[in-house]
């Protein structure tokens, strides 16, 4: 670790950068694991059992476990990817067909850049969060980078030129919007509360979390926005019952229809990018980020700082998004896909005036507060 921080700052960012896209690329190669054997276990069936290699599978007892528990199924589905025949049809716009997978994975990418993992204490004594850019607008650069992810959506349906993907691309944009606002308005009470009177004004996440730290979670404090994000959050990242840019029962496949191969892949890796990333976000947000327990931090457990305290802190964070990318997952093999004509009533007609009531119940109650 002193090692680490004797480097230039520059190789410095460019190792923790790597290291970041390394880690959010391992969790979307085993996400699509994950999604299929939590949908097998909700639907009673085993699920990959099958994939292995060789060498790996003569190994006694431990060989036949690791295969019965699939971990090499992404390797292989990688791998079928990469090296498949892949055509690009006669009738698409070869240059946008080829760019929107290309697109679908920066917005996620870009937007981990400010998401914090955790914390530790520097050598002078001051404690530094593990993200690799703290940013005083983090959640204002997290909205207008995430949003940019339905050009993607736009494109891949477009330049298909072909029905069924153009209308999942249109369904995709009206939905972006449709919930866009909504999840924006949810988050001000968020900052309404943690930008005191007298206090530096700012959109960090880490001052989100610190306030948060040995306190009340603002899922606890603030539950409709917590909701409100949080459907808002199935809606931005596509997953069902909000589905609607795919929409298999009326759309065949939706904007990806055309797809196949490395294509395909990457289009599916940036779902599980931005679902990882969504869960981080509500984690910092409402879930106290690295912090263990409502009303509990690791300074009060003496665990925080130095030493092996920051892998707590990251250990915590990630056992937190991975347990809400289940919660998704369940959801999406518990409930139907909603109707197209119901997840706009639900945007407008719901999600919008509740975010708006929620937002000036809490600065009228802050406002009283405060006299």
Sequence with gaps: MALF?????????????????CVLMGLCLYGSLAERKVSAWIQGRPGPNRTSIPWIAAIPFLGRFLQRLGIFQPLADGGKFLFKEEPVPGHVNKFYFTLAPILALIPALTTVTVVPFGEYVNAAGQAVPVMLANLDLGILFIFAI?????????????????????????RASAQMISYEIAMGLSVLPLFLIVNTPGSEGTLSLVRVVHWQTGACWFLLVAPVSAITFLVALFAETNRLPFDMPEGEAELVGGFHTEYGAFKFGLLMTAEYAHLFVGSGIFTVLFLGGWQPLPFVSWEQLGLAGGGLGWLLAVGTFLAKVIFLVFCFMWVRWTLPRFRYDQVMRIGWRIMLPLALANLVVYALLIAALQQ
């Design 146 to 170: 995430s949003s940019l992810g339905v050009y993607s959506t736009i494109l891949a349906g477009w330049s298909s030129n072909s029905r069924y993907p153009f209308l999942g691309a249109v």
């Design 5 to 21: 921080f004797q480097l230039p700052v520059v190789l410095q960012l460019l190792i923790k950068g790597l290291l970041v896209i």
